[in-house]
C-alpha cells in the first residue's frame, strides 16, 4: 500500500536497524482516514474467504482489527488480553508470546465466551516479525475448535522469518508493507506486484 510506505516513509523512526516507530499515526496517536484505509485494504485482501471473526492483541492491533472489521460489514472483534483484572475470572484460553519490542513473554487470554467453536478467524495486527505473537493466537483458535484463515498485518518484517514460519503452518499472510531490511536506520520495501 503505497500511501502507508509513504507514510512509513515521512514518519517512522527506525531505532539501531532494529525497530520502527509509527507511534505518530497508528500505535500511540491514531490517523483516522490512513487507519480507515488500512482496515478497508485489509478487508478487500482477504475478501474471498468466509470471516466469522476478527482477533487480535492488546494494544496497538485493536485499532487495525476494528478498522477491518467495519470494513467486513461490522464482524465481532476480540483482542487477547496481556493483563489480567479482576474482571477476568471467567474460562479463558491461555497461551505464552513473546514480545520482541519489550523483550519478554506475555501470557494472553480470551475469555472462552468470545472465542466459539467452528468459525473463520481473521488475525489482524499491526506488525509481524518473528510470528510469535500470531503462533500464539493461532494456538488459541485451535484450542476453541475454530480455524486461522488468514493473518492481515499492517508492516512486515520480512527479515525477522515471520511470514515462513506461519506460511508452514498453511496460514495465509498479507501484508501491506512489507520490510526487506533496515538500512542505515532507514526501511527498505519489498515491492510487491499488485493483487
Known sequence: MQELIDRILKDGCVIDNKILKIDNFLNQQLDIPLLNKMGQEIAYLFAQYPIDRIITIETSGI??????ALALHNVPVVFARKHTTLLTIDDQYTTSIY?????KNYTVTIS???????????????????GAAALGLTHLVQEAGSQVI??????EKAFQG???CLEKENICVKALASIQK???????FIHF???
Do not use: C, H, M, W
Not at 485499532?63 to 477491518?68: G, Q
Not at 465466551?113 to 518473528?130: G, H
Not at 488468514?150 to 508492516?155: F, K, P, Q, R
Open 63 to 68: 485499532a487495525v482489527a476494528y478498522a477491518t
Open 150 to 155: 488468514g493473518l492481515g498485518v499492517i508492516i
Open 99 to 103: 514480545s520482541y519490542t519489550k523483550g
Open 112 to 130: 472462552k465466551q468470545y472465542l466459539p467453536p467452528n468459525e473463520n478467524i481473521l488475525i489482524v495486527d499491526d506488525f509481524l516479525a518473528s
Open 193 to 195: 506486484p499488485t493483487e
Open 162 to 164: 515471520g511470514r515462513v
Open 182 to 188: 533496515f538500512e542505515n536506520n532507514r526501511p527498505i
